[in-house]
């Protein structure tokens, strides 16, 4: 059975462990800090890919940004990452096969193997975390676009209006209403215009410190101010995803992320489907957990 | 050489010719009026497919409304054809092959392999005209969905406020703002409650009696107001197509339809350009003229 390297490259942290053809941990799952520098960043995973080579049979990595149909680069900017880290050649790293992945279709090729999208050949996996990004399978496949930036759903638009900008510069991205960061906005907004905000439990709150755990909370604690906020920011999410499945026609849509466990499933798949042009589509919550896109990639890279 | 019977099936006409392998005309093309009732639209395809059945070996139909997998029934609703029309399966018309495809499926696949799109097998073409349609080749595919309703972007949401509905009975669909009909709207909301309206050339005109030509003919006679409510229509087009450039990230964006031939094709692609996550496309205006959807059918159907 041949075995992977797995290593997801985050902003702060790389996680690592050998990884199996069925996606299974065949070692310690293992973290280090991301080096700051690009160039830093090469080195480490070059040191890695060492240390592993004559175990494993690929390297395989999840990666923030678009990566190129070879995947051996990114090929978009990185916002946390270093300056040229898009410049780097993946497949200089070692001998070895090596194989970069977007995270978000790294991710979303796990949960089609794996998890709540198993054998969904038309799949939409979301993911809601501080941003938002998406993978889909069509026919069995991911579709990856011309230069495998395809899917970045985080950038459309949701108002034609410029209200609100994104912290990528554009303005009204589904990214800049529907994430964890989008709630946050939204909740510090409707602070400063809302009465209900005097009565609320967060009253004693700057309106421009409220976070996103405030208005979780706000809701466990049936505030009324938070529920409403809360209501916003799934009507923002709702918005979105009526587009995306109108456009693919999934069978299935699958939400992850750490936003994600927060959202009323039944009720949004209700909502949607009650919208879309060529109903129903399933609605579920991810299964595989935080490791998806090191899982996802190593199937991919081991040609699971 | 393979021969198909192609028809294209609009709300008010059929159009069909023999069409050969290489998308050519073997025969004039006819027209003649839709059939008022499901039945009799059927009766008449089945009369016609008799007609050509020694002369042909498919028969290749393009069609408003999502398509089935098996391309044999159109499986939506079709507002512009009579009740009853969605449950017509196609399959039973001849003994020959029936193959039905969305027209703007098919004729995607017409641009794709004759028209504007020819060799970019990563590409979104989009029918500006009464509504929005469009079809998408990803690695030389049609992306179809899991019901063949995939592409469905005239239901993409361009605002999350309900602001206004439109005639599919949801809010803001993208076709409610995008299309010639939405042009329409804007004119006559815009004529309303803007001020230059009083100084316009259509001043003599009742709001609610504008028209989609009103504008034109306005921007063509260097009308402030006409220009105004056609700058806003851009920008709407603008919206939904950054939106999609990111959602599929193809190598060329052909317009084709009615509406496209007044769009300023460079500013647009400059502009999309200038939004993108991963520049750049190409724009560029279909070739296909009105017939695409019947060329591309028969190509599909022929296997081309």
């Known amino acids: 059975?041949?075995?992977?390297?797995?290593?997801?490259?985050?902003?702060?942290?790389?996680?690592?462990?050998?990884?199996?053809?069925?996606?299974?941990?065949?070692?310690?799952?293992?973290?280090?800090?991301?080096?700051?520098?690009?160039?830093?960043?090469f080195e480490q995973l070059k040191s890695l890919a060492?240390?592993?080579?004559?175990?494993?049979?690929?390297?395989?990595?999840?990666?923030?940004?678009?990566?190129?149909?070879?995947?051996?680069?990114?090929?978009?900017?990185?916002?946390?990452?270093?300056?040229?880290?898009?410049?780097?050649?993946?497949?200089?790293?070692s001998d070895k096969k090596v194989f970069v992945e977007n995270d978000a279709n790294a991710a979303a090729w796990a949960e089609y193997k794996l998890g709540a999208a198993k054998g969904c050949d038309f799949s939409l996996i979301i993911t809601l975390g501080t941003g938002i990004g998406a993978g889909v399978i069509n026919e069995g496949k991911l579709v990856r676009g011309k230069s495998g930036a395809a899917l970045e759903v985080g950038s459309m638009k949701i108002s034609a209006d410029r209200q609100r900008k994104c912290t990528c510069h554009r303005y009204d991205c589904w990214e800049s209403y529907g994430s964890g960061t989008g709630l946050q906005t939204t909740a510090r907004e409707f602070a400063k215009k809302s009465p209900e905000f005097a009565n609320s439990?967060?009253?004693?709150?700057?309106?421009?410190?409220?976070?996103?755990?405030?208005?979780?909370?706000?809701?466990?604690?049936?505030?009324a101010f938070s529920k409403k906020v809360f209501d916003l920011w799934q009507d923002h999410i709702y918005t979105g995803l009526v587009s995306l499945v109108d456009i693919f026609d999934p069978e299935c849509v699958v939400i992850s992320g750490g936003m994600g466990e927060f959202i009323d499933i039944s009720a949004l798949e209700a909502?949607?489907?009650?919208?879309?042009?060529?109903?129903?589509?399933?609605?579920?919550?991810?299964?595989?957990?935080?490791?998806?896109?090191?899982?996802?990639?190593?199937?991919?890279?081991?040609?699971?």
């Open 1 to 41: 059975m041949k075995k992977a390297l797995g290593i997801d490259i985050g902003g702060t942290k790389l996680v690592y462990a050998i990884i199996g053809e069925n996606g299974e941990f065949l070692s310690e799952i293992k973290k280090i800090p991301t080096p700051r520098t690009a160039d830093a960043i």
């Open 50 to 93: 060492k240390e592993f080579e004559k175990e494993v049979d690929v390297i395989a990595m999840a990666s923030a940004g678009a990566v190129n149909r070879e995947n051996t680069r990114v090929c978009s900017s990185t916002p946390n990452l270093p300056e040229g880290y898009n410049k780097l050649d993946f497949s200089l790293l």
């Open 201 to 223: 439990l967060l009253n004693s709150k700057n309106p421009d410190e409220l976070t996103t755990y405030d208005v979780v909370d706000g809701v466990k604690a049936g505030d």
């Open 271 to 304: 909502k949607v489907n009650a919208e879309l042009v060529v109903p129903p589509m399933k609605l579920k919550l991810a299964q595989m957990k935080n490791n998806a896109g090191m899982v996802g990639a190593a199937l991919l890279a081991l040609g699971v």
